[in-house]
């Protein structure tokens, strides 16, 4: 069964990591145009770090969004390689 389906699942991999480089160039850009600034205090220890992105785009900008395009870029090619590994391997047997 999974035979009839093999190329459908190589492709929905490809497009998965498509969608994870997707976002990791939007987060890059929206980084590289509207940058992070630093807000101290008296204390040096106690500082935060604010982008100066507009709305939507501020929430953009945080370490999650790194982690689920890292991981749908890993995701997308792990389905493609197993697509793959299994495609070649069928007809040896």
């Given at each position: 069964?999974?035979?009839?389906?093999?190329?459908?699942?190589?492709k929905?991999?490809?497009?998965?990591?498509?969608?994870?480089?997707?976002?990791?160039?939007?987060?890059?850009?929206?980084?590289?145009?509207?940058?992070v600034?630093?807000?101290?205090?008296?204390?040096?220890?106690?500082?935060?770090?604010?982008?100066?992105?507009?709305?939507?785009?501020?929430?953009?900008?945080?370490?999650?969004?790194?982690?689920?395009?890292?991981?749908?870029?890993?995701?997308?090619?792990?389905?493609?390689?197993?697509?793959?590994?299994?495609?070649?391997?069928?007809?040896?047997q």
């Amino acid at each position: 069964m999974i035979t009839k389906f093999i190329d459908k699942i190589i492709k929905i991999g490809a497009v998965f990591s498509l969608v994870g480089t997707f976002i990791l160039i939007l987060l890059v850009l929206v980084i590289l145009v509207f940058p992070v600034e630093k807000n101290c205090g008296n204390i040096p220890q106690d500082c935060t770090y604010i982008s100066s992105a507009p709305g939507i785009l501020k929430t953009i900008v945080t370490p999650i969004t790194l982690v689920v395009s890292l991981l749908t870029i890993a995701g997308g090619i792990m389905i493609f390689r197993f697509g793959n590994w299994y495609k070649l391997k069928k007809p040896n047997q």
